[in-house]
C-alpha cells in the first residue's frame, strides 16, 4: 500500500503565507513526480505545481507567490504559499507518480487532501 499524507493547511488572512507538507509512505520503489493540485467547490482540480528531477512547473496564477520542493530522501514534497488571496482559498491535493518495484508500471496516487482558506 502507499499513502499520501497532506499537512500544513488551515486559516489564513489575505497577504498571508501557510507551508503544505505531503509525505508518501509505504511499499515505494521510486518516485518520479510530485505535484501539487487543488480544487475549490464547483471546480475542476487544477494543477498548481509539479516537480520532476530539475524540472518545475507552476500554475500561471501561483506563479512568484508559491514555491515547490522536494526531499527526495524522505519521500516529502512541500508547497511554500506567500502574498494568499481569497482566489487561493482550495482544498490542496498531493499527487505523486511512482513505481512500487523496479518491474512495476508508473503509477499516479492521491492525498486526501488539505484544506486553505484565505479571509479577506
Known amino acids: 500500500q502507499v499513502q499520501l499524507v497532506e499537512s500544513g493547511g488551515g486559516l489564513v488572512q489575505a497577504g498571508g503565507s501557510l507551508r503544505l507538507s505531503c509525505t508518501a509512505s509505504?511499499?515505494?520503489?521510486?518516485?518520479?513526480?510530485m505535484g501539487w493540485y487543488r480544487q475549490s467547490p464547483g471546480n475542476e482540480r487544477e494543477l498548481v505545481a509539479s516537480?520532476?528531477?530539475?524540472?518545475?512547473n507552476y500554475a500561471d496564477s501561483v506563479k512568484g507567490r508559491f514555491t515547490i520542493s522536494r526531499d527526495n530522501a524522505k519521500n516529502m514534497v512541500f508547497l511554500q504559499m506567500s502574498s494568499l488571496t481569497p482566489e487561493d482559498t482550495a482544498t490542496y491535493y498531493c499527487?505523486?507518480?511512482?513505481?512500487?518495484?523496479?518491474?512495476?508500471?508508473?503509477?499516479?496516487?492521491w492525498g486526501r487532501g488539505t484544506l486553505v482558506t484565505v479571509s479577506s
Open positions: 499527487n505523486a507518480d511512482l513505481t512500487r518495484s523496479r518491474f512495476d508500471a508508473l503509477l499516479t496516487y
Open positions: 509505504g511499499s515505494i520503489f521510486n518516485i518520479n513526480r
Open positions: 516537480i520532476r528531477a530539475g524540472t518545475i
